[in-house]
Structure formats: structure tokens, C-alpha cells
């Protein structure tokens, strides 16, 4: 079992939805977690940073945590074509020691 | 405002050859990291630094060396490459934390695309 799943896509959504995407993982000792965005060509960079279990919000984009079923999620509201990309979920015992999901790849179609 | 800066963005070498990739930060991070990125298997960690003078290997480090003699450089060494090698390879830097609300996450580079023929 890898340490973080990730439903690799694509995920096709038209302009406007709102999408969810989701990793789960099986570390409990997991305690940060992010997201990044990496654009074709491009290098990951990083959407949302959570510590511990909650949400955080910023702009259009909602992390969410929950520890007690080794679950992430992100979410993106009114979304845009701008958003097609893959979307790396990660987790690690410190910010600095993460293991990443394989990237689900997103397309906003007009 | 650069960040991490990789060079080169492509290279194409021949079974047995030897590169140097580099990576430097101008954000005067403690820490650097070198992953990897083949399809369908996310990013793998090859080598990583917590500052200058000080190296551990990563999940995936063979084939590979590393130094780290500035806070800004951390070049990623292939001395016999092989096909396995054919990878994007990412550097990454970070600042050094401490505690809960101290540790900070990763910034990459925009990567290195190599081939091994």
C-alpha cells in the first residue's frame, strides 16, 4: 500500500463547478500536508499548506484534513480553465520529510 | 525574485556519461532537496540537505551523489547514467523551522527533463 493515494484522473469539470479532489494515506504520524499545483512543464507550486486536522481557506481554494480517517481534500470553487493542471497532495511528520500522491490531473473545460 | 533556479532544463546523454544537474536558491533556505518525477509515480526524494556540509540520502539514491559547500548550491551528481535515469528531476529549498509553526513547506524549480539513451 502506498503511504499516499491519489486518484490519478482525469477529471474533467466544466467552468464554473466546484471540485473535489481527495488523497488518503496510511501514516498517522502525518502531521503537515499540503497541495500543490504543477503546470504542464512547470514545477509544483504549492496552493495550500495545513498543519494538524481543520480547514483552511484561501481565495477560491478550501484544504481540509481529517486524521481520524487519514483523509485530505481540496477543493476549488467557481473554477476556472485556469485551473487545468495536476494537483499533488503530500504529507510528512515534518514540512520537510513528505511523501507525495501520484497527482490527479484536472481539465476546466469553457 | 528567481527562487530555485535549475540548469539545465534539458539534456540528452548517452548511456555511461556523467552530468552535474544543478539547483540554487537565492532565498537563503537551510534546506534543500533533489526528487525525481516519472509518470505515474510522483515525486521520489533522491537526496536532501539541511544546510551546508550536511547530506542523507533520500527514498531512491542510487546513482546518485550530492554536495552542499554553499547555503545556495546543491548540485545533483550521475556518474554512469543509465535509462533508469530518465526522469524529470526537481530541486527543491525551504526554510529551517522549529516547532509546530516553524517547519515550512517546499518551493521546487522548474525542473530538469533528462534523457539516457
Known amino acids: 500500500q502506498k503511504e499516499v493515494e491519489q486518484d490519478p484522473g482525469p477529471l474533467s469539470v466544466p467552468e464554473g463547478a466546484i471540485v473535489s479532489l481527495n488523497c488518503t494515506y496510511s501514516n498517522s504520524a502525518f502531521q503537515y500536508f499540503m497541495w500543490y499545483r504543477q503546470y504542464s512543464r512547470k514545477g509544483p507550486e504549492l496552493l495550500m499548506y495545513?498543519?494538524?486536522?481543520g480547514n483552511k481557506e484561501d481565495g477560491r481554494f478550501t484544504a481540509q484534513v481529517d486524521k481520524s480517517s487519514k483523509y485530505i481534500s481540496l477543493f476549488i470553487r467557481d473554477s476556472q480553465p485556469s485551473d487545468s493542471a495536476t494537483y499533488l497532495c503530500a504529507g510528512g511528520g515534518t514540512a520537510s520529510k513528505l511523501t507525495f500522491g501520484t497527482g490527479t490531473r484536472l481539465q476546466v473545460t469553457l | 525574485n528567481a527562487g530555485v533556479t535549475q540548469t539545465p532544463k534539458f539534456r540528452i546523454l548517452k548511456i555511461g556519461q556523467s552530468m552535474t544537474l544543478q539547483c540554487t536558491q537565492d532565498?537563503?533556505?537551510?534546506?534543500m532537496y533533489w526528487y525525481r518525477q516519472d509518470p505515474g509515480m510522483g515525486l521520489k526524494l533522491i537526496y536532501y540537505?539541511?544546510?551546508?556540509?550536511?547530506?542523507d540520502k533520500g527514498e531512491v539514491p542510487n546513482g546518485y551523489n550530492v554536495s552542499r559547500s554553499t547555503t545556495e548550491d546543491f548540485p545533483l551528481r550521475l556518474e554512469l547514467a543509465a535509462p533508469s535515469q530518465t526522469s524529470v528531476y526537481f530541486c527543491?529549498?525551504?526554510?529551517?523551522?522549529?516547532?509546530?509553526?516553524?517547519?515550512?513547506?517546499?518551493?521546487f524549480g522548474d525542473g530538469t527533463r533528462l534523457s539516457i539513451l
Open positions: 495545513t498543519y494538524s486536522s
Open positions: 527543491a529549498s525551504s526554510p529551517r523551522g522549529g516547532g509546530s509553526s516553524g517547519n515550512q513547506p517546499q518551493h
Open positions: 540537505s539541511v544546510g551546508a556540509g550536511i547530506t
Open positions: 532565498m537563503n533556505h537551510n534546506y
